[in-house]
């Protein structure tokens, strides 16, 4: 989500970005249709499966009805916006909302992530009012219909507001370094927290995307956020790690952390995938005109990323259209079961 207005008194940015983000204090953060710079990059696989089990261990605390489960989990997006990159607002009235969601589910999503304030590049901030009055009245219904609901913002108000109404998870965009008052929040809600790696606003991401090594500096630097939020009090055992794909990163950046994801497992933290319809697959996807594809012909793409993270060991892949994504992280703890098993059989064992 967007950084809240007055935030730069308890906001303690990266050494790296601290002077651009003075110059852009007011300005919003962006969800993931970044524009994009440079070439994208083949994408590289990953050299071996998920060590140990199917599924990578799960946060807590969360329903038995999804830790159950042994694989990789599926967050399907609701977005109450009338101006979404991916849907353009055609959920924003909450009836359809709500009927959105639910259909969601039914296509396999397990989470429900929802959010009321547009992170597209540009986006001009809401009031908090206004995300309020267009998230809570869906949360409830989605709630009252048995979902598990992610509550996706930056504002540690309205997070604190979505948890006492049924919100399991408070997914923030910023990662708690766009309200100082969040990680405290989330730690006194009890509730699963996501931290993104986030550099800064939209409005000056294309300037914060300088990196040596992005594997590397986008894990160091979450795990400074991570220490931040356990300073804050949240448990360890509830945060969970979301490299922030299209975020301060040109498209050829994004591959090398989705080929790399062992590299934010080493941290020892389960981590989110959020690559579904991003530029940088709309990119790979371009035709000899060299346009990129627009973002609803970028869903079997998303489905083929969501196959190899959870082949890779993601806990969880936030996706917009959940059918393809629902049968690609099964087929993803199928293929990692049989590597996991065939390597423990002998020769004689295979026949």
């Not at 159950?68 to 959920?91: A, H, Q, Y």
């Not at 040596?212 to 790690?241: F, K, P, T, W, Y």
């Not at 989110?272 to 709309?282: D, I, N, P, Y």
Request: proline residues 6%; hydrophobic residues 45%; aromatic residues 4%.
């Amino acid at each position: 989500m967007h950084v809240d207005a007055g935030r730069e008194d308890g906001w303690h940015p990266h050494r790296h970005v601290s002077g651009a983000w003075a110059d852009a204090q007011r300005a919003d953060a962006g969800r993931g249709d970044e524009p994009h710079h440079g070439a994208v990059a083949a994408p590289v696989a990953a050299e071996q499966p998920y060590p140990g089990t199917v599924s990578p261990r799960h946060p807590a605390p969360l329903p038995t009805s999804l830790t159950e489960l042994d694989r990789t989990l599926v967050m399907g997006v609701v977005n109450v916006t009338p101006d979404s990159f991916s849907d353009g607002g055609r959920w924003f009235e909450p009836d359809a909302a709500v009927e959105h969601g639910l259909q969601l589910l039914a296509e396999g999503a397990d989470i429900l992530d929802l959010g009321g304030e547009s992170t597209r590049p540009g986006a001009a901030r809401v009031s908090i009012e206004d995300e309020r009055a267009r998230v809570l009245p869906v949360l409830r219904a989605l709630v009252g219909a048995g979902a598990v609901v992610s509550i996706d913002t930056s504002r540690a108000e309205l997070a604190d507001e979505a948890v006492q109404l049924g919100a399991a998870i408070v997914n923030d965009v910023t990662g708690g370094l766009g309200d100082p008052r969040m990680h405290a929040t989330v730690a006194r809600s009890g509730a699963v927290y996501v931290a993104m790696h986030w550099r800064g606003p939209s409005a000056v991401m294309d300037d914060l995307a300088r990196y040596g090594d992005v594997v590397a500096e986008v894990s160091d630097e979450l795990v400074e956020q991570v220490a931040l939020a356990e300073a804050a009090g949240l448990a360890r055992e509830s945060i969970v790690l979301d490299p922030g794909l299209g975020f301060a990163k040109p498209g050829a950046d994004n591959w090398p952390l989705l080929a790399h994801l062992d590299a934010l497992q080493a941290v020892g933290l389960p981590v989110l995938v959020g690559a579904s319809r991003k530029r940088f697959l709309g990119h790979l996807l371009a035709g000899r005109d060299g346009q990129p594809v627009p973002p609803e012909e970028r869903d079997a793409a998303t489905a083929a990323v969501s196959a190899l993270a959870a082949a890779a060991g993601a806990w969880c892949v936030r996706v917009h259209a959940a059918r393809a994504t629902a049968d690609a992280v099964r087929v993803a703890a199928a293929w990692t079961l049989a590597r996991r098993t065939d390597a423990t059989m002998t020769g004689d064992d295979r026949g």
